[in-house]
C-alpha cells in the first residue's frame, strides 16, 4: 500500500479519477509557459494522500515548487503546521473516512434492509390480501424511506462542517494574502480512502471589500440581526485547566503523610473544560470581511471543486456567470436568512 502523494514526475498533482465530480467544469489553466493569467477559481494543484496510511503528511514542498511554476511564492512553512494539524489528526482522519460517500451508501444499505425486515414482520401481524402485494408494499415503503435518508445525506453534505472544513480557517488565513485558498475533498481509490488538499487561485481583494461595505452597512441598519447570525457561528473547543492547590499548613501535611511508600499511582486525566468559541468575533468591518474569507474559504472551495455551489444569476468576481464568488456565498447563505441551515454541527 503506497502512503506517498501521488504525482507527477514535474511535481504537480497527479489527476484526479475522471468520476471525480466538478472537475472537467472547472476552470483550469494552461501551462505557466503558455503565458495564460490565473483566474479566480483556477485549479493550481491537488495534493492526494491515502487516508489509511500512518503517519502521513502532505508533500507540501511539491505543492510549493508548482505554486512557483505559477508565480506565486508561499513558502510552505507559512501553513504547514496549520495544515497538518487541522486536517491529518487521528480523529479527523477517522471523521472523514466514516463521512465519506461509500461508508454512508453501506449505511443506507443496512438502513434498507433492517427497515425491510422490520416492516414485513411488522406486516404479518395484519391480512394484506395477496402475499405478492404485500412484499411489494413493504419494498416500497423500505425504498422510500432509504431514499429519504440518502437525500438528508446529500443536503447536510452542502453545509459547512466544522470537522473538515472549518478547521482550515488559520491555513486561508495565511495565504489570502497570497491569493490562494485551500479545501478538502475525501475519494475512494479501489479500496483505498484517499484525502484531496485543493490549492485555489483567488484574488479576494474585491470580495473583501464588498463585505466590508456589507458588514458596516449591516452594523448601521440592521446591528440586532447581524450580531444574531454571527452568535450562530461558533464551535465548542475543549481546554486543558490546572487545578488550584490549596494552601495546607504543616500538621496537616504530616497527618495526610502516608506510613509506608505507596505503588506509584496512575496518571490523572487532565481537567478539561469546554467554551463556545465565535468564529467571527466583534471587530472593524475590515477585519470582519477577512475573517469571514478565512473561515468559510474552504467551505467555498469544496463546493467549488464539487460543483455544489448553489447557482446564481450573475456573479461578482468570477469568469463563469453561474458560479457566485466568495463574497455572494457569505452574503446570501451566511450573512443572510439561510445561515443556521448552512453551518453543520
Given amino acids: 500500500m503506497a502512503c506517498e502523494p501521488q504525482m507527477d514526475p514535474g511535481g504537480a498533482a497527479g489527476p484526479l479519477p475522471t468520476a471525480s465530480p466538478g472537475w472537467s467544469a472547472l476552470p483550469v489553466g494552461s501551462p505557466p509557459s503558455w503565458g495564460q493569467e490565473l483566474r479566480n477559481g483556477q485549479v493550481l494543484t491537488v495534493l492526494r494522500i491515502d487516508n489509511a496510511c500512518a ?35 487521528p480523529q479527523v482522519r477517522r471523521y472523514i473516512i466514516y463521512n465519506s460517500r461509500p461508508m454512508r451508501l453501506a449505511f443506507a444499505v443496512v438502513f434498507y434492509v433492517v427497515v425491510w425486515a422490520n416492516i414485513y414482520s411488522t406486516s404479518q401481524m395484519f391480512a394484506l390480501g395477496n402475499h405478492w402485494v404485500g412484499v411489494l408494499l ?40 497570497h491569493r490562494v485558498l485551500l479545501g478538502v475533498t475525501d475519494t475512494v481509490e479501489g479500496c483505498q480512502s484517499v484525502i484531496q488538499l485543493w490549492f485555489v487561485y483567488f484574488d479576494l481583494e474585491n470580495c473583501k471589500q464588498f463585505l466590508s461595505e456589507h458588514v458596516r452597512e449591516m452594523k448601521t441598519s440592521q446591528e440586532s440581526s447581524l450580531r444574531s447570525r454571527l452568535s450562530q457561528l461558533c464551535v465548542v473547543m475543549e481546554t486543558g485547566v490546572s487545578p488550584m492547590p490549596h494552601a495546607e499548613g504543616p500538621e496537616e501535611l504530616l497527618e495526610e503523610a502516608p506510613l509506608l ?24 468591518p475590515e477585519e470582519m470581511a477577512q475573517q469571514l474569507l478565512a473561515v468559510f474559504g474552504g467551505y467555498y472551495i469544496r463546493l467549488l471543486v464539487t460543483s455544489q455551489l448553489p447557482q446564481a444569476v450573475g456573479t461578482r468576481h468570477t469568469d463563469s456567470p453561474r458560479v457566485p464568488c466568495p463574497c455572494q456565498l457569505i452574503e446570501a447563505h451566511i450573512l443572510g436568512t439561510g445561515c443556521c441551515p448552512f453551518l453543520a454541527r
Avoid at 431514499?147 to 472544513?165: C, G, P, S, W
Fill in 55 to 89: 503517519p502521513i503528511s502532505f508533500d507540501l514542498g511539491a505543492a510549493e515548487e508548482q505554486l512557483q511554476a505559477w508565480g506565486i511564492r508561499v513558502p510552505a512553512d507559512q501553513y504547514r503546521s496549520l495544515a497538518e494539524s487541522a486536517l491529518l489528526e
Fill in 138 to 177: 413493504v419494498t416500497l415503503a423500505a425504498v422510500t424511506l432509504t431514499v429519504t435518508l440518502m437525500l438528508i445525506f446529500e443536503r447536510h453534505q452542502r453545509k459547512a462542517n466544522t470537522n473538515t472544513d472549518l478547521r482550515l480557517t488559520a491555513a486561508n488565513g495565511a495565504l489570502l494574502r
Fill in 261 to 284: 511508600p505507596s505503588s506509584a499511582q496512575p496518571t490523572e486525566r487532565p481537567l478539561m473544560q469546554t467554551e463556545l468559541h465565535q468564529l467571527v468575533p466583534e471587530a472593524e
